[in-house]
């Protein structure tokens, strides 16, 4: 899938790479029941964020026509009876998405059936303020845990990581354009990072959604180089437009 996924980036793809966990742990059991999985039909390619029982937020660069969703999974390849299985019936990527600088990075995914809300399976709270700079987080993916070589874990992994200001960011990837709309975080001095598979998930700070794993450099976890997320902040009124009116989606099936 990461194949096809290079393709369609084309030559962005030599500087930017959709984000892996890089030197985090495995988290603990169903500590993250937002986390969710995506596959296009039986291929693994991005993480999702539940926010209520009808809707999980993701990427918009994890795009497909055909998109699986698993909820309440800390071992995804494991056979339980606590998993969740449905499909995306909407897919609403934001209309202003950027595929040259990964501007408005954002898609909200309407389920098939309601998520059953319990100890294992349960929305995150969206962000109710623009997180300051300096702030401890935790991002959580099912992506490879090495780069540039792939290694794909079947238990979720967590990673504490810290936001950076957008102009320390900017500093770091001067060929691309950090905007407005983008947060920053990770290690400065390495080693730890977002980075294949984990595009989608979430970044939490303070138990509040602040971000949608985006891209970052295509080695992850190097030196002054931070993960980039989607700045949720930004986007409560487009989030919130999308659930009342449905609009502008892509009814599937």
């Known amino acids: 899938m990461y194949l096809l996924l290079v393709l369609l980036l084309g030559s962005a793809a030599q500087t930017q790479a959709f984000h892996r966990i890089i030197g985090g742990e495995e988290c603990v059991p169903h500590s993250q029941p937002w986390q969710v999985a995506l596959y296009y039909f039986s291929d693994f390619i991005c993480g999702g964020v539940l926010i209520n029982k009808w809707w999980v937020l993701t990427a918009a660069h994890c795009n497909q026509s055909n998109l699986q969703v698993l909820l309440g999974a800390h071992n995804r390849t494991k056979p339980t009876g606590h998993k969740q299985y449905t499909y995306a019936a909407k897919i609403c990527p934001h209309e202003e998405f950027d595929w040259s600088t990964y501007n408005n990075d954002i898609m909200l995914l309407k389920l098939a059936s309601q998520a059953?809300?319990?100890?294992?399976?349960a929305p995150i709270p969206l962000a109710s303020y623009l997180v300051a700079d300096n702030t401890e987080c935790l991002a959580s993916g099912w992506g490879s845990t090495t780069s540039p070589q792939e290694t794909y874990?079947?238990?979720?992994?967590?990673?504490?990581?810290?936001?950076?200001?957008?102009?320390?960011?900017?500093?770091?990837?001067?060929?691309d354009i950090i905007t407005d709309n983008m947060l920053c975080a990770g290690n400065m001095a390495g080693g730890e990072d977002t980075c294949v598979g984990d595009s989608g998930g979430p970044l939490v700070c303070n138990g509040e959604l602040h971000g949608i794993t985006s891209w970052g450099d295509y080695v992850c976890g190097c030196p002054n180089k931070p993960?980039?997320?989607?700045?949720?902040?930004n986007y409560l009124n487009w989030i919130s437009d999308i659930i009342q009116n449905e609009s502008p989606c892509r009814?599937?099936?």
């Open 153 to 175: 874990p079947d238990n979720l992994k967590c990673v504490n990581i810290t936001t950076v200001s957008n102009s320390v960011c900017q500093a770091c990837y001067p060929s």
């Open 251 to 253: 009814v599937v099936g």
């Open 227 to 233: 993960g980039i997320f989607a700045k949720v902040f």
């Open 116 to 121: 059953d809300i319990n100890t294992r399976v």
